[in-house]
């Protein structure tokens, strides 16, 4: 199966997601109180010990997404430059480290504030469907994955998502097209 999510995994895009991009980030993993004692994290707040995905999402168009080390300004704001075309509209959530985004038109929804559409009429409900049907593959199928592997699978959801008009057999036809030269397991696994 690893040698599948390699095969998805897509190593260049053909340009910068444009027009109006959603953006929004996730924590993966299990809670804290459910973990044996001695293995539980002295950590405040939802996300800690989590892995942190984030995505992009191209309105009518495709997703980006991959696992980032900190869900702070730096980070966040280098994945929007490096995937984003400058002078887009980029829609997130009021995460202070989406604030002064420079070279974009930022429209935030206040969700802490039980807004789910902004006043302008913009959302975030793509990307976050899109991170439902992630969770609920991990919870539903997978039960654990690994941090080490997890930019493979939400790799893998990405590649489903941003192929979902192809019918099954063109799916696998494309999938079995990205298979390129042989793939040792040491490879893989590093």
């Known amino acids: 199966m690893h040698r599948l999510r390699h095969a998805a995994r897509t190593d260049s895009f053909n340009g910068p997601l444009s027009g109006e991009v959603i953006v ?9 109180q459910n973990k044996h004692a001695h293995k539980r994290l002295d950590v405040k707040g939802g996300g800690g010990g989590k892995t942190i995905v984030m995505g992009l999402l191209e309105k009518d168009g495709e997703v980006r997404a991959g696992v980032i080390d900190e869900a702070d300004r730096g980070t966040l704001q280098a994945v929007i430059r490096t995937h ?4 887009a509209t980029v ?16 429209k935030v929804v206040h969700h802490a504030r039980g807004e789910y559409v902004s006043a302008d009429g913009f959302t ?3 990307i976050e469907s899109f991170w439902s049907l992630f969770k609920r593959q ?29 019918g099954e057999g063109e799916r696998v036809n494309n999938l079995l097209g990205q298979v390129g030269g042989r793939l040792t397991y040491k490879m893989l696994i590093s």
């Open 24 to 32: 929004d980030e996730t924590y993966v993993g299990g809670k804290e």
């Open 84 to 87: 984003v075309e400058p002078g």
């Open 124 to 126: 975030t409900n793509g």
């Open 138 to 166: 991990y919870h539903g199928t997978h039960h654990y994955i690994s941090p080490k592997h997890m930019d493979a699978y939400v790799g893998e959801m990405a590649y489903r998502q941003n192929r979902r008009e192809l």
């Open 91 to 106: 829609v997130t959530d009021g995460l202070p480290g989406y604030k002064r985004m420079k070279g974009y038109d930022h």
